[in-house]
């Protein structure tokens, strides 16, 4: 163990648990919960990811809700809403706002950028946090990297590379949000944490949990399957 | 006493001319200051009006924080007990729940950022007349699914009514709102920044497009006229939840009661210099007046008439005199006042369209609170009184010998 993290660089790192967490492509279910000061309300959904281009989440509750499916193809994201029978294109000013309410953003669903390949990644220490002995790194966007962040700080655990937690810094380098993730669970071939509570620093009380209910990792999924004629069909099936 | 009077009576009607003119004075005063007095307050009164009811209403209740910060989550859940303490209410004559919120209207090709007011169409269209100010199709009827669009919102989108608008935003607690919506009229809105961005619908079919079923931004309330505004608000502050905020018309409209209250400011100078003119052309005919009767003041004074009794004779002579001056103008007043009350002088040409512009009638409106007569009149007697100091202080320094030599 201590031999091998001799060896291990901080990109090493950071790889295996992107390619951990990611998978060659991913199908599963999860709920969202956004907690506020005064009420809390919960989405499912579920959602497919093949690579680190293509992904469509399809919302599954709450019945208001129901059917509306968002499409990413690259950096381009696409919402079909059933109740109007419309695709509606996000356009790119949009990305930075909230995604349904939640403390994610648009551009956090997108996730185009890489973990790997868009920052200089240091190791600065290891840490144990809540009691995962963690490799802390320190991630700075590369300057042609579309990244909003000033820097992130991740710790990734030791055993298992499961990104644990994470601190997002804005440029000026003040701390905006702290992703901590939980509650490691077997999901299909892999065990990841399926607990993932994202705080906004500046307001009080407020977070969004994502908790994933079951994923299935690499199983062949067809590009056509993510288009926008597809997005019709499977919002009239969850209908 | 009665003798005084009735010698001060006798003095007047010796020389008809002389009294005529003075009263006459006095009744010019009342009757030009409470012109000017009710044009002014009628404006204002027409300012009021125009912004009751085409937006704010006198009062209206809000969840605390929701007039500073205007967001879908900052709305209150409709109860019984508080619309039991509207119905208590014996000043409210009327009450109508709203829901407000902004989002996206989208037509065929084109997008825009409106505000969709829903309201309860029966009840609202007591406060804010909407069904007055369609132009084509029909007023929305209770539980009616469509909207109505205001004038310049409707051609921009280019839709007409039956044509099929989408809403597009964000519900409560950060749902999201999406709905197809048929137009069921167009109506044109007097103040033209409202009608490039209203959209109304009922009150239930918005609360459910923006998942708040049940909540309200708002509550407006209607008094049976504004005086009535600080009592009720009162009551309500102290008989109404904590969480909730009573705000009156003035509160939410502070700009414009800026303006009027800058407005009444230049209006008190140009009133005033109107009370000095008449002042003055009353203090001349009385100058007049003592020139004239010096001889004759001379002439009873010198056969033994008490010099306090004939000062007090001749202060009675003004008191009816304006007396006199300022009821005739009272009376004269009233059937003015009256016609143009209900015969407003309309403006044309460049402040016409300003006054439609910033969503007013474009007429110069009367009041006819008859608290302006009373005080018109009670002014102008008091100036008279005050002149009438002269002729007595006149009699008090008069010389007798000099007096009659003249």
């Known amino acids: 163990m201590i031999a091998r993290s001799q060896t ?31 009420w809390s309300r919960s989405i499912t959904m579920k959602s497919w990811e093949k690579g680190r281009s293509l992904s469509l989440i399809v919302i599954t509750a709450p019945a208001k809700e129901k059917g509306q499916v968002f499409l990413k193809i690259k950096t381009e994201m696409w919402n079909w ?38 920052y200089t990644h240091k190791l600065l220490s290891k840490e144990t946090v809540r009691d995962m002995p963690c490799y802390k790194i320190e991630m700075i966007p590369l300057p042609e990297a579309a990244i909003t962040w000033g820097k992130v700080i991740i710790w990734i655990t030791e055993d298992g590379f499961n990104q644990w937690k994470a601190e997002y810094y804005d440029e000026d380098m003040s701390l905006i949000n702290i992703l901590n993730a939980s509650n490691i669970k077997k999901m299909g071939d892999r065990e990841i944490p399926t607990r993932l509570e994202i705080v906004p620093v500046d307001k009080k009380n407020n977070k969004t949990i994502l908790e994933i209910k079951n994923v299935i990792y690499d199983q062949p999924i067809k590009d056509s399957f993510f288009s926008q004629q597809n997005m019709r069909s499977i919002s009239q099936r969850i209908k | 006493m009665t003798q005084y009077i009735k010698l001060a009576w006798r003095n007047l009607w010796r020389n008809k001319r002389r009294t005529l003119i003075t009263s006459a004075s006095v009744f010019f005063g009342v009757v030009l200051s409470s012109f000017m007095r009710s044009m002014q307050e009628g404006s204002y009164d027409q300012y009021i009006r125009s912004i009751v009811n085409s937006y704010t209403s006198y009062i209206q209740i809000h969840k605390k924080g929701y007039w500073d910060d205007k967001v879908i989550n900052n709305t209150f859940k409709r109860n019984q007990s508080i619309e039991s303490e509207l119905k208590r209410n014996k000043n409210i004559t009327l009450y109508s729940p709203r829901f407000e919120t902004f989002c996206l209207a989208s037509s065929e090709d084109y997008t825009k950022g409106v505000m969709v007011l829903g309201i309860d169409p029966q009840r609202e269209d007591k406060i804010i007349n909407i069904s007055g100010k369609l132009k084509q199709g029909h007023y929305l009827k209770n539980d009616e699914d469509g909207i109505l669009l205001c004038s310049v919102l409707a051609e921009f989108l280019k839709m007409n009514v039956n044509d099929t608008l989408v809403l597009i935003g964000q519900g409560y607690h950060g749902a999201s709102a999406a709905g197809k919506f048929p137009v069921r009229g167009i109506i044109k809105h007097p103040s033209p920044e409202v009608d490039r961005t209203l959209v109304i619908m009922e009150i239930k079919k918005c609360q459910e497009l923006f998942s708040a079923v049940g909540m309200l931004t708002s509550m407006a309330i209607m008094v049976h006229d504004a005086n009535e505004v600080a009592d009720t608000k009162q009551t309500l502050v102290r008989s109404l939840p904590a969480d909730l905020e009573v705000m009156d018309w003035k509160e939410m409209n502070e700009l414009l009661m800026k303006q ?10 140009i009133i005033g210099i109107l009370y000095m003119i008449i002042a003055f052309g009353i203090f001349g005919t009385i100058v007049m007046m003592m020139a004239e009767r010096k001889k004759e003041f001379g002439v009873i004074l010198a056969v033994g008439m008490q010099k306090h009794k004939l000062m007090f004779v001749v202060l009675l002579e003004t008191v009816l005199v304006s007396m006199v001056g300022a009821i005739t103008g009272i009376f004269a007043s009233i059937p003015v006042l009256g016609y143009y009350y209900y015969h407003p002088i309309p403006f044309t040409g460049k402040a016409a369209e300003m006054m439609i512009e910033m969503g007013f009638d474009p007429v110069l409106s009367f009041s006819l609170d008859p608290l302006i007569l009373l005080i018109q009149a009670l002014t102008i007697f008091t100036f008279t009184l005050i002149i009438g100091i002269y002729p007595v202080l006149n009699i008090w320094k008069l010389d007798i010998t000099n007096a009659l030599h003249n």
């Open chain 1, 8 to 38: 291990l660089t901080a990109k090493d790192i950071i790889t295996k648990s992107d390619d951990k967490a990611r998978g060659k492509t991913s199908q599963g279910e999860s709920t969202m919960t956004i907690v506020r000061p005064t």
């Open chain 1, 81 to 118: 809403l059933p109740s109007i029978e419309r695709m509606i294109k996000i356009p790119p000013s949009m990305m930075l706002q909230s995604w349904m309410g939640s403390d994610f953003t648009n551009d956090d669903l997108i996730k185009e950028s890489s973990i790997v390949k868009d």
């Open chain 2, 260 to 269: 009027i209250e800058s407005d009444r400011a230049s209006d008190m100078i």
